[in-house]
């Protein structure tokens, strides 16, 4: 319908919308909700910083209880050889040391500490306490193995004088 002198009317207009409160609401909520996803990483990212230093300590800690653990085994077993050479007539007690042991044992060191038993009135036996003290020269280990041992030859006329036998 047509008003008058042929001319049309434009109804349509371009209508820009009017910024209003909610769309500064939904921009400040998406804003808070940005932060609350990067203070969200943020965190977790400090959980797993932590728990990865805490199972890293744990693990530097089980290896080197490991090697405390090997090195002992290895000094009570370099003990009894050299125990066992005693008592077999390969080494004599006049070996004090201390004395280095051969290849591949060269951080290892060994001892031996005597002294003669006596008996309940005080008189001299054929019995000798010997100490096999065993030292590594890196680390800081010593492992102590004594035994009451009956000398050969001392007083019984056995074959070595250095000899022993266990008591």
Request: glycine letters at 6%; proline letters at 5%; hydrophobic letters at 40%.
């Amino acid at each position: 319908m047509s008003l008058g002198f042929g001319r049309s009317q434009n109804t349509s207009r371009t209508v820009k919308p009017r910024p209003s409160a909610t769309t500064g609401v939904v921009k400040q909520s998406a804003n808070r909700r940005r932060g609350a996803v990067l203070l969200e990483v943020v965190l977790a990212l400090v959980l797993f910083v932590a728990a990865a230093a805490v199972f890293t300590s744990a693990i530097n800690a089980s290896v080197d209880s490991v090697e405390r653990q090997r090195l002992n085994t290895h000094a009570v077993d370099l003990a009894i050889t050299v125990l066992s050479e005693l008592q077999m007539g390969i080494r004599s007690t006049e070996t004090n040391g201390p004395e280095a042991f051969p290849e591949p044992f060269e951080n290892w060191s060994w001892e031996l500490q005597s002294e003669s038993v006596e008996s309940d009135t005080g008189e001299a036996t054929s019995l000798t306490k010997v100490e096999v003290v065993i030292r590594h020269k890196e680390r800081p280990v010593v492992y102590r193995l004594s035994q009451i041992v009956r000398l050969r030859g001392a007083g019984s006329g056995k074959e070595e004088p250095s000899a022993a036998e266990p008591f």
